[in-house]
């Protein structure tokens, strides 16, 4: 049974279900590390971005050998790898963290540029979206736009988002169909 309470779970649930290709991962937004830890426990490699020193100083310290972490914006990907099955975003800000230092459309698109070129058919990324801040507002307009792009003969692109809440997170999910 798929529970989406908390978002999160119900993207991991899907991608769990449905990626089919289990070798790389991307997590575009390290962060806490939790998109990171659930990757490194269901794919055999995990490449995980993040912009903070202090965010990949803090998950350096699980000493999770099947992922490699990395100083530097996402936009920089193809710089790193060529491919992938898997990439999740969790965009905004750091939770507890400092809410001024936040992901920026400029480069969230320029990222998933380059991610749905580099994405092996079958697999999937997963973009979740957080309209409570400003800056937010504004990538989440920018992400949607570029998504609803997305040539239809090879992308599948579902946008999910709860009706009956204030502000609510909001989910993109992008399948490579050729």
């Known amino acids: 049974m798929i529970n989406f309470y908390k978002l999160t779970d119900f993207v991991k649930q ?20 939790n998109d990171t830890v659930f990757l490194s426990e269901n ?37 790193y790898l060529n491919c992938f099955d ?10 507890r963290g400092d809410k001024t230092i936040t992901t920026l459309k400029e480069s ?5 540029i380059k991610a749905t070129n580099m994405l092996n058919v079958g697999g999937f990324i997963s973009i979740v979206l957080y309209v409570g801040h400003e800056q937010g507002k504004d990538e989440s307009l920018e992400v949607l736009n570029f998504c ?5 003969r090879k992308f599948n692109v579902a946008y999910l988002n709860f009706i009956n809440k204030n502000s609510p997170p909001s ?8």
């Open 148 to 152: 609803s792009k997305l040539d239809n």
């Open 108 to 112: 969230t698109i320029i990222s998933l």
């Open 43 to 79: 794919f055999n490699f995990v490449y995980s971005f993040d912009i903070q020193k202090e965010c990949i100083d803090d998950f350096e310290r699980r000493k999770i050998e099947n992922v490699k972490l990395i100083l530097d914006t996402h936009s920089n990907v193809d710089k």
């Open 14 to 33: 899907i991608l769990i279900e449905n990626v089919n290709n289990k070798d790389v991962s991307v997590d575009f937004t390290l962060g806490r590390g």
């Open 86 to 95: 898997c990439g999740m975003y969790n965009l905004g800000y750091l939770p």
């Open 171 to 178: 989910l993109v999910l992008i399948n490579k169909v050729r």
